[in-house]
């Protein structure tokens, strides 16, 4: 079964960068709207930022300035570049798609395992 898969978390300190990456772990037909949600500790998953399959971009307002997201509709994978960070991004970042496997399959969302984003002051 097709799963997304997220690559790129790790430990860095504040300021520093990283940049998460994205992509089903099978060949699939297309994706619509994919993002990026977090999930801190005692918190509920909020979006971070979004993109649709033509470039429309939505970004939660903390993150607006620092963090940018792009994709590759070729190989249906996104990216969320993160600059300036701050403690606050400390989260478990978790990849979001909207798939469609086939040609005629209904699309549906899909979501990653998640990969832990550490920044440390």
């Known amino acids: 079964q097709v799963q997304l898969v997220e690559s790129g978390g790790g430990l860095v300190q504040v300021g520093g960068s990283l940049r998460l990456s994205c992509a089903p772990s099978?060949?699939?037909?297309?994706?619509?709207?994919m993002g990026w949600y977090r999930q801190a500790p005692g918190n509920q998953r909020e979006l971070v930022a979004s993109s649709t399959s033509d470039g429309r971009t939505n970004y939660a307002d903390s993150v607006k300035g620092r963090f940018t997201i792009s994709r590759d509709n070729a190989k249906n994978t996104i990216y969320l570049q993160m600059n300036s960070l701050k403690p606050e991004d400390t989260a478990v970042y978790y990849c979001n798609g909207n798939l469609q496997l086939t040609r005629f399959a209904i699309a549906r969302t899909y979501w990653g395992r998640g990969t832990q984003v550490t920044v440390s002051s």
């Open positions: 099978g060949s699939i037909f297309g994706a619509a709207t």
